[in-house]
């Protein structure tokens, strides 16, 4: 399979704690995106790549959240400090530009 | 800033009953339209996608959907819908002109229960 690949795809944490997730776009693919889903509602940006670039943050993207993409191939998306808000599905996309292709996705539940 | 309306939370409908799904956005500018469907347990898939030209647009499995410029909408239809549709549907809309990147903005999604 070839697709959007992401890890883990559960994550269960303390309140307070850190995590990192990762996401491996499809090869061919320049553009990356992260997406948080909570239940009843359809996925929001919270962050873009080009290459290696980040060309834009949401505004739900809080100074708690990081993301990278060193080499312009995978990402990673860091929450530090974590909050029991922050318990939702992250997405990740990437696209040759259009359209986007998802992963599963990682849930992350704050406990 | 733009923003994608799915009126219809959850529809039920019986195997071979036909399908309408509304989407409705708010925009005034030029748009890229999208269906994705998410079938339980997996990643979001594409459906269809409307960029220009014929404002009928076919996707996969029989789907199709309508651009109405006049009425800022992208509904979702299949004439006889089959057990294997049951999903949650989201309309996305990309917004050209709006100087941001080119992320997607989504509905809050439809979930179809079809019974067998």
């Known amino acids: 399979d070839t697709g959007v690949s992401q890890d883990p795809r559960h994550k269960i944490t303390k309140r307070g704690q850190n995590v990192t997730f990762r996401c491996d776009p499809i090869?061919?693919?320049?553009?990356l995106y992260w997406y948080r889903q909570t239940l009843g509602q359809g996925p929001e940006f919270l962050t873009y790549?080009?290459?290696?670039?980040?060309?834009?943050k949401s505004r739900l993207l809080s100074d708690r959240f990081s993301a990278e993409r060193p080499k312009g191939s995978f990402s990673t998306l860091e929450i530090q400090r974590t909050e029991q808000g922050d318990s939702a599905m992250y997405l990740c996309a990437s696209a040759p530009p259009s359209p986007l292709h998802f992963g599963n996705g990682t849930r992350l539940t704050v406990t | 800033a733009q923003s994608v309306s799915q009126h219809n939370h959850h529809v039920i409908l019986s195997e071979a009953a036909s399908l309408e799904l509304g989407c409705n956005y708010s925009?005034?500018?030029?748009?890229?339209l999208f269906w994705y469907v998410q079938y339980p347990g997996q990643h979001l898939q594409l459906l269809l996608k409307?960029?220009?030209?014929?404002?009928l647009v076919k996707g996969i499995k029989g789907f199709e959907a309508e651009f109405i410029k006049s009425k800022f909408s992208f509904n979702l239809r299949k004439p006889s819908v089959q057990w294997s549709d049951t999903a949650e549907y989201f309309c996305?809309?990309?917004?050209?002109?709006?100087?941001?990147?080119?992320?997607?903005?989504f509905g809050s999604g439809t979930q179809l229960t079809v019974l067998p």
């Open positions: 925009y005034g500018g030029t748009v890229n």
């Open positions: 790549f080009q290459n290696e670039a980040q060309l834009e």
């Open positions: 409307y960029f220009s030209g014929d404002p």
């Open positions: 090869s061919e693919h320049n553009r």
């Open positions: 996305a809309l990309h917004a050209i002109s709006s100087g941001s990147a080119r992320q997607l903005t």
